[in-house]
């Protein structure tokens, strides 16, 4: 195990700093002055462009800007935007709010989607096992962003049984829009549970437990379930990191003030320092979630540490 | 090596699919001699399937709409006159009509060249990169799989919405060739690892193994024996990631950094409607339509396909 875990983090390193230099030298070195494209049709002053020159470093050789922006990552320095508020700030306000609206998604997802899964799975081949696979097909084909205006006129404007859109109505205004963000890897853990269950009830233990007379509950619940669950459990962890990109969309769409919302309106505002330095923060979220399930996957499954 | 990316999305295939080069035995029975290959099984499996056939009609027809849309509007989506604006569908407009008073309906059949043409311009790029340096790595392993691994790690942990957001924002013009280019850049690192495994498997085989005693070149193994016998999940996944691909293309449209106006297309329309879902939710149902419908037969193609191309897993 612990070799295992030292070989995972050590080809964490690298990919890490792989994909920090990638965005680094995307948004950076591209043709062009990156400072100008970061302001949009700004007409940027030249005391402006020369301040940023110098807190981008943009005058040291590359490698040289890089560590020193990667420094400034770790201290929580994201830099700032064009009216020289720190990102970090704006990260600070925004994200309990999409951390509350991931959470309550994954909750969703987690409940409704196992339970899916385990009723196809049990039958397979059924009733509801094809209820469950056509309807899951169907959220996996829908763009997230049609089924969120969809559900807001359905359920918000003209059912009006959610808030339409903003936070002001406490937790009730986070329901539609984390059904909404969840709703893909709900159909993803769904097929996933199905998937896995139908595979281990075919298994040689699960014989051996009906032949020693256990009820089919009990079979199906214990022995059955907690080897069924290593997949999906996994598939949520890393679904944590997903959920926070996929918020972007969905905050767009109900207006929630979270993270990906201020995604959206940097892009609109053309505040390309505020984009580039959330979207870096979320791809980091998504690296560690990613590093996390590796680990996770060793623990539940010991067969991953000794290959 | 353990690979969260494709192992968990169901909806991919298997990485370590296996056993694609042998005859599929067990379920398929041969009705004749010669009937053996597997693609010959799979399209008189597939000949059978109404799911298959749906998808493929709507496939076809998007295409057909794609490349000709004057066959189905007569209209010229650009011909817009203010004193018809935000009309409700009706005989003359049976899309409605949009702000400006264009005629929706002809929008929309214009809006399928650009969301198709990206789709499949991006898959057809993305795969044969995949295919390329996938089958390079798979095949040769050592110091070049490694190599070629630790790169794709990297590019496979930027999303590709997160990474088009960051890269699309820093364009003033975006066409179709910048938001192509850019989902190309980061839409290949999953499919290059599929065709890596799959590749992996394939070399394992008997006549790979009768091919190199005969003295027959590398290039030309991997060309004649192992390639054929590893694209099945590679054409599974493909298919899927055209839709996947659409889906992207109206989601970074949608957030303002895909395509531009005065460029037709579906995200850039549902975009444009998100303000008026009250007072005209005609002018998010249709483009939305369109699209889900897109996605979706490419996404129940590949499940077809994959039903048809893997056995074992019916």
Known sequence: MGRYLARRVLQFIPVFFGATLLIFVMVWVIPGDPIRALGGDRRLSESVVQAMRAQFNLDDPLFIQYFKYIGGVFRGDFGTDFSGRPVLDLMQQRLPVTIRLALLAFVFEVIIGIIAGIVAGIRKGGFLDNLVLTSTLVVIAIPIFVLGFVAQIVFGVQLGWFPV?????????????????????????????????????????????????????????????????????????????????????TETIFNIPGLGRAVFEGVQGQEGTVVVGIVTFLVIVYMVANLLVDVLYAVLDPRIRYE | MSDPGIRSDEIAVEPDVDGEAVVPDGELEPTSERAGSLWADAWRQLRRKPLFLISAGLIVLMVVIAIWPGLFTSVDPRDCRLENSLLRPSAE??????????????????????????????????????????????????VIDSIIARITDIWFAIPVILGGIVILNLFRQRGVLQVSFVLILLGWPTMLRLVRSSVLSAKEMDYVDAARALGIKNARIIRRHILPNSLAPVIVYATITVGVIISAEAALSFLGVGLQLPSISWGLMISEAQNRIRSAPHLLLFPGLFLSVTVFSFILMGDALRDALDPRLR
């Open chain 1, 165 to 249: 859109s903003g936070i002001r109505q406490g937790w009730t205004s986070y329901l539609l829009p984390a059904i909404v963000l969840g709703s893909l890897s709900l159909a993803y853990i769904a097929r996933l549970t199905r998937a896995s269950l139908a595979e281990n009830l075919r298994a040689d233990y699960v014989r051996t437990a009906t032949a020693k007379g256990l009820s089919r509950r009990r079979v199906v619940g214990v022995h059955t379930l907690r080897n069924s669950m290593i997949p999906v459990v996994t598939f949520l962890a890393i679904d944590l990191g997903g959920l926070m990109g996929g918020a972007i969309i």
């Open chain 2, 93 to 142: 407009h049976w899309f409605g009509t949009d702000l400006q008073g264009c005629d929706y309906y002809a929008l929309t059949i214009h809006g399928a060249r650009v969301s198709i043409s990206i789709g499949i311009l991006v898959t057809i790029f993305a795969t044969l990169i995949a295919i390329v340096f996938g089958s390079i790595a798979g095949y040769y392993g050592g």
